[in-house]
């Protein structure tokens, strides 16, 4: 696995339990999955990921950062390479997934590449005086996403992707009204098989998950069918392998928008650890080595997900367990082994139940215990 | 944790998720444990296990088979040891364990210290002209159990223990008729907090466990609560801390006879990874390092545990992968990554449900595709 961000980290337990051998290439000592780091070095240097991944049996990802050139390095040297670069390349530029997900005649916003501030205002002009411009690379947790008026908001954007000859533009979305967000995630095999977990409601706040139920409420039926069969034609269509998270906006007039994706086990999948047959890391080990994948059933009837964002200001998320243990007996408590800082995430609790307010309440109460 | 086995192989996962630094000695190079392995070294040599235990904050084991004088080092030396000398010897030594359950005045089958061949003749005369003779120490899996019918049959024992100035004497009991075997489980806080998981059935095969119904069938009311209290007892009476498993004989004529004890997670909880709450190994962890204790509810009304004993005759676990994964997609298989030899514990396998009969059939189908 190439990063050793928390989700190595997190893929750890599924490898011991299958007893699959999991070698990480962290960015840096002391990372998350250290326990499991073979090696320290830069992902975007040929020659250091070349000599990791000749030492394993397939490559795959915490994070969709590693450089088209390297992927295709390890692809030409024979290594497998799950999700493989043709696929990535849509979860690495969001213009190219766009102009992806339309062949493919998917539901998203719309949306227009634009070059110039012109063209964006022209853009914003032609949908009600507002848009949502991204820059095509390297955004996050909603970095390089805003929300804006007029071209000059992001005339620094401009300037930068003026010297910047790899994309040369930016993406520019109609802003959607939507209820609420969703996430579909499933997982593919490079033979083909998929298997869908529910689809879920996503809570962002700032930009950066903050809460997840599975399944999302009032979703039985249609939205849930459409949402799943979104995300097949997407994990088909893109050649996607491993597990594939599609963010979903549901808009106010009922329609379904893909919003991103993201190649890898994802933050809105995180409940399945405790609240499902098979966790997304599990399955995602299972796809990438092309085994027959595990049940996606739940536990209880709703698994709630609140993020540890941030942690308290003094000492660590372990000097509040005694506290949170006693208080939430039944709450699942995961924390990443990352230093607490603000905004960072740097655990997660789940509340698993047959009632879904008490399972909010459980996992909003257990998460607030590690927060000042 | 003193041991590498697979008992500290699975509680890496758990260590994992809770951010607590695990560390193993281990006894040799390349054991199941080895990911998390600090160091190599003898548990039996105070030295050696000193120069580990500095390092930590709380030691405790996967196995009983430290002797009481390292124990004792590390006590003297100011370092928390969980379960303490004072409660593991009553684990080390059956002798030890039939007399402090009569002096807590807990059922137990009939039983004699025995320092001569006559005086095991006499018990056997006594009790219908069979019995079970154990060596006091050492024994585990069926290993140092043997039902006779006169004292000639374990004439070596005796010149053994006339040899060894530890013991001095063998333990004989009554041949109990029972039903079934069960299993308690409880995990017991330095503090005093105890939770119990629900009783559970356990088939023995040749000495060795080879599966774990949980809960046990039909023992709603009175015997869970008998079996609950008995295993409570013995934890606040022998002063255990960590996870207690005392195995129950339900005997022909309705009683609840203590057989015998482990003092560290045991195959007879390996289905809480799957099917409670909290994981016995989750619960170790909370217990030693003296946090609240987590739920020990089941996520499904069943939850069945098949061990994979000996494994294939040819080639690994893992080989078996695709047919076991493809047929069993519900199944969760635990891989020890030890290598296959008739008769060793190499994974387990565990299907949760809510009818019986199929939770059964998946775990044993499943478990079957691991053996010849």
Known sequence: MIGGGQLARMMIPAAIELGVELRVLAEAEGMSAAIAAERVGDYTDAETVLAFAREVDVVTFDHEHVPQDVLHALVDAGVPVHPGPD????????????????????????????????????????HGGAAVVKTPRGGYDGKGVRVVHTAAEVAEWFATIAEDGRAGALLVEELVEFRRELAQLVARRPSGEIAAWPLVETVQVGGVCSEVIAPAPRSAGKLADVAADVAIAIAEGLGVTGVLAVELFETTDDRVLVNELAMRPHNSGHWSMDGSTTSQFEQHLRAVLDLPLGGTGCHEEWAVMVNVLGGPVEGTLADRYAEAFAGHPTVKIHNYGKAPRPGRKVGHVTAIGSDLDDAV????AAAAVFQD
């Not at 339309?102 to 539901?107: A, D, Q, T």
């Not at 110039?116 to 002009?125: K, R, V």
């Not at 309440?361 to 909003?364: C, P």
Request: avoid cysteine.
């Open 87 to 126: 696929a990535l390349r849509y979860a690495q530029d969001k213009l190219l997934m766009r102009e992806g997900l339309s062949r493919l005649g998917l539901p998203v916003p719309e949306w227009a590449r634009v070059e110039t501030p012109a063209e964006l205002d022209a853009f914003i002009a032609d």
């Open 361 to 364: 309440y459980e996992a909003r």
